[in-house]
């Protein structure tokens, strides 16, 4: 089973990262203000970003990577 590392960009701009087994599932949850609380109030979110991996620990590790990344660092991840 593969896994997906996401970066979502917010209505306010900024930046939201997680992972999910479905990705296309995962997106309609968080625009539909199902998925988590961060993007609940920063409605509709937009995927910028995915990444897949073989494994859910190695999407894990991936999540928090990106997650201590700076804002500038994460936009240099997009291009």
Same mark, same amino acid.
């Given at each position: 089973?593969?896994?997906?590392?996401?970066?979502?960009?917010?209505?306010?701009?900024?930046?939201?990262?997680?992972?999910?087994?479905?990705?296309?599932?995962?997106?309609?949850?968080?625009?539909?203000?199902?998925?988590?609380?961060? %993007?609940?109030?920063?409605?509709?979110?937009?995927?910028?970003?995915?990444? %897949?991996?073989? %494994?859910?620990?190695?999407?894990?590790?991936?999540?928090?990577?990106?997650?201590?990344?700076?804002?500038?660092?994460?936009?240099?991840?997009?291009?």
């Amino acid at each position: 089973m593969a896994f997906f590392v996401y970066l979502l960009e917010c209505s306010d701009g900024s930046y939201y990262c997680g992972f999910t087994p479905d990705l296309e599932k995962r997106l309609k949850a968080h625009n539909s203000g199902k998925a988590s609380k961060y %993007t609940r109030a920063k409605l509709p979110v937009k995927l910028v970003f995915s990444e %897949t991996l073989e %494994t859910k620990s190695l999407a894990l590790k991936r999540e928090a990577q990106i997650k201590r990344l700076s804002r500038k660092e994460k936009e240099k991840l997009l291009k």
